[in-house]
């Protein structure tokens, strides 16, 4: 139990040196999603179309959760043949077409994604070392 934490106290300064790409990677991935125009301009006609959608209901909102984002693709046309997401895109495309290339903005992005699922790894790691040592 103590090796094992010694060995990981030892290895820290390593560890650290290899994660510090996916740092830097993941930083410069939010900072170009919260520097994006276009992207921003996407998620306000989204919010706009939800306001509108929910106005009888609660009234406006200034915001949503990323999460809701998913339903898009589940709330459909009573017909049932076409969902809010692509009624959203189809408006994006008709009424704002310089929106439609927004992910060019959206720098480092992938690289990012890559580097957070490599922290969720080494989280997961750590958890199971502290876990196997210290409740056994």
Not at 37 to 57: D, H, P, Q, T
């Amino acid at each position: 139990a103590k090796l094992s934490i010694m060995s990981y106290m030892g290895n820290f300064f390593d560890n650290l040196h290899l994660i510090t790409p996916q740092i830097h990677a993941i930083i410069s991935g939010a900072s170009s999603v919260k520097s994006s125009s276009k992207f921003r301009s996407v998620l306000e006609i989204i919010l706009a179309f939800g306001n509108y959608l929910n106005s009888s209901k609660r009234g406006p909102a200034y915001g949503f959760k990323l999460q809701s984002l998913d339903t898009l693709m589940d709330t459909k046309s009573t017909d049932k043949r076409i969902s809010l997401l692509h009624y959203i895109v189809s408006t994006i495309r008709r009424n704002f077409p310089d929106l439609l290339n927004f992910e060019s903005e959206l720098l480092y992005i992938e690289k990012a994604a890559q580097g957070i699922f490599f922290f969720y790894v080494i989280c997961l790691h750590f958890i199971h070392i502290l876990i196997k040592n210290f409740v056994y």
